[in-house]
């Protein structure tokens, strides 16, 4: 066990303390005991920057099924330690948040951060692990604790429907990316991604590529909410703000771009996976923004806008993946579109991540997150107004924030997509600049309504709840820092560009570096007069203009449907899934034990009569059998006929004499059969048995029959003339193949040697298999518990009555 | 004798089934306690019937039959009676509280309590 793989279990370990803690320490916020881990675990991972910087990473493996090829192996490398400072990082952040959002007194904190921890050791599980396997275990598991984290108000309708969702869907992706996974395997025979990348040639033309390269990005795209997967993201928001500040927009959403990020050098040289991540990308990002414009919610707005911004990525990771044909351009200028890619991710979890903060206090402040009841909020909380305004100007692309560095490569690299001249790029290419910009639009026309609606405008203090202040010094601390990184990378956007964009580019692309090169990367403010200069200047006017007519053009934004199709089909399957298999299971599961038995007893024909026919297995052959004596004649046609006579026994004491009958003639069998033991035995069990039926005999009802019908009949008839045949066939069969010696010459040879004992019968049953005989006994003890419980039992109906 | 006998265990197996699947409670028993005879005699029959004296040492035989399935059954026949005298007293008291033996009459229903 390395260091490393304490970092990754640390929030694990952590979380299971936690409820003690909360029990024992009441009187502190238990989110005291929380906030140290993640701190201590960003500078952890800050300690190896150096290492990543150097264009190496770091391997500890903690074997775990070597022969399966599943091993707990960790691996830094620059995009993994880029993951896991943003988890850390903002993971810290947002404890410190929450401590001030949520109530001590009122709140199940114990919950609340043991699946927060659960989430973040998930999480750094996903982007550490270098086993595939181990990946998706940690991918399910930050599943599930969003699941839990959406539900955390369980009480609520909305939250739990909210939380089903998102799990079905994401967890729907995440089999889809095993699926994947083993595919991967079958082609490679490797689940180790090191090893993996190196086959990546190899399976280029492999049949089973594409198939594995589709069910990988289904698993990426609904995990990162991508087009038509996207619609769990808003009802998600239902979770705490902190939450979804954390996962739903900062990190665990960021797991599929991390997914596709990882596998860009396996998949990337791939025309699907081009116009699949790009054109999905860009799709989702154009979708987003418009369905953002027309929300209310704050919460909404948001969640909106993180579907789009996660489209935004996406196209970009898409776009970088064909730089992979441009081996070797001197200045490969496709690569623009990764470093754009890893630069927006770092800032839109700075940026968005305060203005969910931002949102959250609004919402504690005042009571709502409506933009129509909120207005002029200005004057009551300036600082969370500042703080508002420069995420949203960010977001919205503007100087001097790191989201117009950002926004600005992201239009290089979509203008560099209409130079590619692969995959018919020369004549569809246009569309994606094109999309992007109209995207940015919207973006920056839904970042306005964020700040100007909430704070500028009519206040409306009848509309709101609590009269609206300041937040407290404690709510404004983390959101204050994430907008100070916000001015700091807009200024000095080369901090990040040798400590993290380079080495998380190296690992994306690593193919297009020769050894011990590095990426260089330099972010500047002016790139002269350009096209890219232009397209933020359309948007900025267009996006002030469609801001200030917005009233105008709000029947158009209404004629979008209110509840989207999408959604709608959603809604569809889960209840036509959940009716149908109702009714299915109503049908069969009848309450009936008859029913039941029939089941049981024609699947045991169906079963062992295809068996035997598949096998080959029936044979006859008469070579090696005994001798046939009179008596044993005479005792089978006792046997036969009292058993069938038992069927047409109308009384009951006629059918308990006629078992008895048969009983006897068995254990006179058993006599003929050279078997003492068993006939003692057996004569000894069919007394008590009769006995015993003969005392209920007074109890028991008359032997009615039920059964009139003939159809009826005739099934049961079926059945057990086939039960009967069955077994008849399997005993012939067993009879006349021997596929392997008797064990019983041990017992033969040992048992006066191990044991000194004469009777074989006897010393196998207590010395052999001595546990067989006293779990039997255990057996009959608890039988006769039972029966004396239930001669014991009265029910409380009976008392009443 | 083993062609035989093959035949005798399916007929039993086919009665017990056929009770089995009736209504009445008394038949399942009955119907239960014909499948464990069945299956005894299925057992000791694959092992090999008559194949030398009974295996008790100390006769001087030269060979004895198959101690194995003896044993098995040995347990299997204990087992069974102990599930048939539950069974017998589950239908009693069945009886008694709920007044059928009908085991159609029996079925639970999701608005019972």
């Known amino acids: 066990m390395s260091s490393l793989h304490l970092a990754i279990l640390a929030p694990l370990i952590v979380s299971i303390f936690i409820p003690l803690f909360y029990k024992i320490f009441r009187r502190i916020h238990t989110g005291w005991f929380v906030l140290p881990l993640p701190i201590l675990l960003f500078v952890y991972f800050l300690s190896i920057l150096p290492i990543t910087m150097s264009g190496k990473s770091l391997i500890k493996i903690i074997n775990w099924i070597p022969s399966l090829g599943i091993n707990f192996t960790v691996k830094v490398d620059g995009l993994g330690l880029l993951f896991s400072l943003l988890i850390t990082g903002i993971g810290a952040l947002v404890v410190l948040y929450s401590i001030y959002y949520l109530a001590k007194n009122k709140e199940k904190l114990n919950h609340f951060y043991v699946y927060l921890l659960l989430f973040m050791g998930a999480m750094l599980g996903v982007v550490l692990s270098d086993n595939l396997i181990v990946m998706y275990a940690f991918w399910e598991l930050t599943s599930f604790s969003s699941f839990l984290l959406i539900g955390y108000w369980y009480e609520r309708d909305k939250s739990r429907y909210g939380a089903q969702k998102s799990m079905l869907i994401t967890v729907f992706g995440g089999l889809a990316m095993l699926g994947g996974f083993i595919l991967l395997y079958i082609m490679t025979g490797t689940f180790s991604f090191t090893e993996l990348m190196s086959q990546a040639n190899d399976i280029f033309n492999h049949a089973l590529f594409v198939p594995a390269l589709l069910c990988i990005l289904l698993g990426a795209f609904t995990k990162s909410a991508q087009f038509p997967f996207y619609i769990w993201l808003p009802d998600a928001m239902e979770a705490p703000t902190p939450v979804s500040a954390y996962l739903h927009s900062a990190t665990m959403v960021k797991a599929g771009i991390y997914l596709v990020a990882r596998f860009t050098p396996v998949f990337g040289e791939h025309y699907l996976w081009f116009w699949l991540v790009t054109g999905v990308g860009i799709l989702t990002m154009i979708w987003g923004s418009v369905f953002a414009v027309k929300q209310t919610d704050l919460k909404a707005i948001l969640a909106f806008s993180t579907v789009s911004q996660l489209g935004l990525i996406m196209s970009l990771l898409g776009a970088g993946a064909a730089a992979h044909h441009y081996k070797f351009l001197d200045e490969n200028i496709f690569t623009v579109a990764v470093t754009a890619a890893i630069f927006h991710l770092i800032n839109h979890a700075t940026f968005k991540g305060s203005l969910f903060m931002v949102a959250g206090i609004v919402d504690h402040e005042t009571g709502t997150r409506d933009i129509r009841k909120l207005g002029g909020l200005i004057h009551f909380m300036p600082i969370t107004f500042t703080i508002s305004i420069i995420g949203a100007f960010s977001m919205a692309g503007l100087p001097p924030f790191n989201g117009f560095l950002s926004k600005e490569m992201f239009f290089t690299a979509m203008v560099h997509v209409t130079e590619m001249d692969i995959f018919n790029l020369e004549t569809w290419g246009i569309l994606f600049p094109v999309f992007a910009w109209i995207a940015s639009i919207f973006t920056f026309v839904y970042s306005m309504i964020l700040v100007f609606k909430t704070f500028t405008g009519k206040y409306q203090p009848e509309k709101l709840e609590k009269i609206p202040h300041e937040a407290s010094i404690g709510l404004l601390i983390s959101p204050a820092i994430l907008v100070s990184l916000v001015i700091i990378f807009g200024f000095f956007p080369n901090l990040l560009s040798d400590s993290l964009i380079s080495p998380a580019m190296a690992s994306i692309l690593p193919s297009l570096l020769g050894a011990g090169e590095e990426f260089k990367v330099h972010i500047s403010f002016w790139h002269g007069i350009n096209i890219e200069l232009f397209m933020t200047l359309g948007v900025i006017i267009l996006g002030v203009f469609l801001y200030q007519t917005l009233s105008r053009w709000k029947p158009i934004y209404k004629s979008i449907p209110e509840k989207l199709a999408l959604n709608r089909f959603y809604d569809f399957l889960i209840e036509g899934v959940q009716s149908g298999s109702y009714t299915f299971t109503k049908s069969y599961m009848n309450g009936s034990i008859r029913s039941y038995l029939v089941y049981v007893f024609a699947f045991f024909i169906f079963i062992l009569a295809t068996t035997l026919i598949g096998k080959n297995a029936i044979t006859f052959d008469t070579s090696n059998v005994s001798s046939i004596g009179v008596y044993e004649v005479i005792l089978a046609i006792f046997v036969v006929l009292g058993s069938i006579c038992i069927l047409f026994a109308k009384s009951r004491m006629t059918s308990i004499i006629l078992l008895g009958a048969v009983g006897y003639t068995v254990s006179l069998f058993y006599v003929l059969f050279r078997a003492p033991d068993l006939a003692l035995t057996q004569l000894v069990i069919e007394t008590i048995s009769v006995a015993l039926f003969l005392v209920c005999f007074y109890h028991l009802p008359k032997l009615r029959k039920f059964e009139t019908r003939m159809s009826f009949k005739l099934t049961n008839a079926l059945i057990s003339i086939g039960v009967g045949a069955v077994v008849t066939l399997i005993a012939l069969s067993a009879h006349s193949s021997k596929l392997f010696d008797s064990i019983s010459q041990y017992y033969v040879e040992n048992t006066y040697k191990e044991a000194a004992g004469k009777n074989m019968v006897n010393v196998i049953l207590v010395d052999f298999r001595g546990f067989d005989t006293l779990f039997e006994i255990t057996v009959l003890a608890i039988a006769s518990l039972g029966i004396f419980g239930m001669i014991k039992l009265r029910l409380n109906r009976r008392k009443e009555g | ?113």
Do not use: C, W
Not at chain 2, 10 to 27: E, N
């Open chain 2, 1 to 113: 004798m083993e062609i035989l006998m093959a035949f005798v265990i399916g007929i039993l197996f086919m009665t017990a089934t056929y009770l089995m699947l009736s209504k009445s409670l008394l038949r399942i028993i009955v119907g239960t306690g014909l499948l464990s005879h069945g299956a005894h005699l299925l057992i000791l029959t694959m092992g090999g019937l008559k194949r030398g004296a009974a295996p008790i040492l100390g006769g001087n035989a030269e060979s004895y039959t198959d101690p194995l399935p003896q044993a098995l059954i040995l347990t299997a026949i204990v087992i069974s009676f102990g599930v048939t005298a539950f069974f017998l007293v589950l239908a009693y008291r069945a009886y008694q509280e709920l007044g059928t033996d009908n085991i159609e009459e029996m079925r639970g229903t999701e608005k019972d309590d």
